[in-house]
């Protein structure tokens, strides 16, 4: 993650600008002008009067919306390439900003779990910042040792709205409770993932890929209040970790400014106040989503990309009313574990789109769509 301190005001491209990342990386730019410029904005659409607004406001040199503006967007000159999209779609801007030699802060976790080998191949020693807040305080926490003095990586996760439930007490959960995440506001995708445990699941095989750490050492642990956004183990039995509020602006202001730190981004936490914290151990019966996720990281090649389309047709179907909530990890296992992943050989990002559209065709068959 080392990358020489910066100079001077950034140029940078927001991809998926009207997303809570986006909104939000917007603005720490608008408070932070002598030290970030927009020159790039890209979004989905579904969102275009703010947009349009985004547009009015920055005035960038460039802007568009879908998979093809962004991945242009992604390659043109700048400093950073906030990618900010959500889902599988934000692969081949990825690797365009990748491509273009253009740092990343990388806040689609998809594209690089998907990707794989073929995204790590493509990135320079610290061309990729992570933005996710788990692992953005990894590589927070990493600066206190060398990459061989690490033991294990510690992933926390709040727990999700149904912390402590059973398997049998989930079984008719509603899409309403399954949208009311406890400390974040995130769209239908994310807050349901982070409800199944399956978002942290996504998480464990991106903290694999960005650190170079086995599967088997990135463990999972329960913190309901988030102030502990996750913990690096090393070998003298030290452990480092990063805390603040449960927000994502320290994040997104470190993935536009790495390694430097953003001034007053965030409110730090106040320690006049009591508190307690708390942590639990997952529960993999009701939730096995995150040792299903080990199995697909542990199988490689296009398994994990396997994972993360099924599971977004699963969850569209859960929120259509189609499937229950305990059965979107079970219908993702059953289309996992049918998949054969391909003899070694160089994955291309043609491997991954086949896999993708495969594990959604299969998904939507075994859910009767």
């Known amino acids: 993650m080392a990358a020489p301190p910066s100079t001077g005001r950034r140029d940078v491209v927001v991809l998926g600008s009207t997303g809570s990342i986006g909104t939000q990386a917007l603005d720490v ?3 932070n002008p002598d030290r970030f410029r927009v020159v790039g ?12 607004a985004q547009v009015a406001e920055f005035a960038p040199g460039f802007h568009g919306l879908g998979e093809e503006a962004s991945t242009e967007a992604a390659g043109r000159p700048c400093d950073v390439v906030l990618n900010g999209i959500t889902g599988a779609v934000g692969l081949r801007p990825t690797l365009a900003a990748l491509d273009a030699g253009t740092t990343l802060a990388l806040a689609n976790k ?22 996710d807040s788990e692992h953005s305080a990894i590589a927070q926490s ?12 510690v992933l926390t996760a709040s727990g999700g709205p149904f912390r402590g439930r059973t398997r049998d007490d989930l079984r008719s959960v509603t899409p309403e409770q399954a949208l009311a995440h406890p400390n974040f506001a995130m769209g239908k995708v994310i807050t349901t993932n982070s409800a199944t445990l399956v978002n942290k699941g996504l998480e464990v095989i991106e903290a694999h890929l960005l650190f170079d750490v086995p599967l088997d050492r990135v463990d999972v642990v329960v913190h309901p209040q988030q102030l502990i956004h996750s913990m690096v183990e090393f070998v ?5 970790a990063q805390l603040g509020l449960p927000t994502m602006l320290v994040p997104i202001a470190l993935g536009l400014g790495w390694p430097d730190r953003v001034p007053d ?14 942590f639990e151990p997952v529960d ?11 199995e697909a990281g542990q199988r490689g090649s296009t398994a994990p990309a396997v994972y993360n389309a099924a599971n977004e047709v699963c969850v569209e179907a859960f929120h259509d009313g189609r499937l229950a909530f305990v059965e979107i990890v ?29 594990a959604r065709d299969l998904a939507h068959q075994l859910i009767g769509t």
């Not at 998809?110 to 933005?131: F, K, M, N, T, Y």
């Not at 993999?284 to 080990?294: K, S, T, Y």
């Open 284 to 294: 993999d019966v009701a939730f096995p989503a995150i040792e299903l996720a080990r």
């Open 330 to 358: 079970d219908r993702v296992a059953d289309v996992v574990r049918a998949h054969d992943v391909p003899s070694e050989h160089t994955l291309t990002v043609d491997d991954v789109l086949a896999a993708d559209g495969w």
């Open 236 to 240: 003298d039995g030290a452990v480092v």
């Open 29 to 31: 730019v608008r408070r």
């Open 142 to 153: 990493l600066r206190a040792g060398t990459a061989g003095e690490v033991r294990r990586l």
């Open 110 to 131: 998809e594209s690089l779990i998907i990707g794989g080998p073929l995204v790590r191949d493509r990135a320079g020693p610290g061309q990729i910042v992570p933005v």
């Open 41 to 52: 904005l890209t979004a989905g659409g579904g969102n275009r009067d703010l947009f349009d």
């Open 265 to 278: 981004v965030e409110t730090p936490i106040d320690w006049t106040r009591a508190a307690d914290w708390r």
